[in-house]
């Protein structure tokens, strides 16, 4: 019979090291297999995180620091070509004590509005809270996501704004699933501040009316209303 071609395992994170400084740039180098791979990062197109706060600043960065990288499109696909260009990654983060508090995690879109968007990610079936990640500004410039659409997820656990210790998710980067692949991603762990961050969920749910769980217009409404105040 015909031997079955190994499928690729997507990667879609890579590990960064400053190379340099310039005045508008962060000048990396990327180890990928046997070859160092060079790029250029603006501040004002790529998202960049530094101890889990937004910069666009270059100098907040220091030569020599080590980070990470999430591109659109799977390195391991690129080492087979001869000529590996990595362009436009989404994010840029650096502080691994200040790490995404949830990474290349699995979920949904499953709402969008103007410049904001919501993706569901994915838990037991029987969770009782809807984990749910708030996109909105800076990223939604990025690419058009459909409803629906299977996506890995990066994002960081916020404080709500007058809203004591509610937690949210803010989304960083977002990768479109390769379907045919899609048994071979592997999710990072959510930390344990993903837990704490459902909260808002819950508590949307709860004004609402409706069961811990579902996912209404109606809650959508409220989640996107809840992000005015962040936006200010």
């Not at 395992?9 to 160092?36: A, C, F, K, N, Q």
């Not at 994002?155 to 210790?165: I, N, P, V, Y």
Request: net charge negative.
């Amino acid at each position: 019979g015909n031997i079955p071609i190994p499928r690729c395992v997507h990667m879609y994170e890579v590990g960064v090291i400053v190379l340099r400084i310039s005045s508008e740039y962060l000048h990396l180098v990327i180890p990928l297999g046997d070859d160092w791979v060079e790029t250029c990062v603006d501040p004002f197109k790529t998202l960049v995180m530094v101890d889990g706060l937004k910069t666009r600043e270059v100098y907040s960065v220091k030569i020599g620091a080590m980070g990470y990288m999430v591109v659109q499109e799977c390195v391991k696909c690129q080492m087979d070509m001869s000529d590996v260009a990595i362009v436009n990654p989404s994010l840029l983060w650096f502080g691994e004590d200040q790490g995404p508090s949830a990474r290349e995690v699995t979920g949904v879109v499953v709402g969008e509005e103007g410049d904001k968007m919501v993706v569901q990610l994915e838990g037991p079936a029987a969770a009782r809270i809807a984990r749910l990640v708030l996109f909105f500004g800076d990223f939604m410039g990025q690419k058009e996501y459909g409803l629906q659409t299977k996506v890995l997820v990066w994002a960081w656990a916020r404080q709500l704004r007058g809203g004591g210790s509610v937690k949210y998710l803010e989304g960083a980067a977002m990768v479109n699933i390769i379907i045919d692949n899609e048994h071979d991603v592997g999710d990072h762990e959510l930390q344990g501040e993903v837990d704490a961050a459902g909260a808002v969920a819950d508590d949307a749910q709860v004004a609402c009316g409706v069961q811990p769980g579902l996912m209404n217009r109606q809650l959508l409404r409220l989640l996107l209303d809840r992000l005015l105040c962040l936006c200010v």
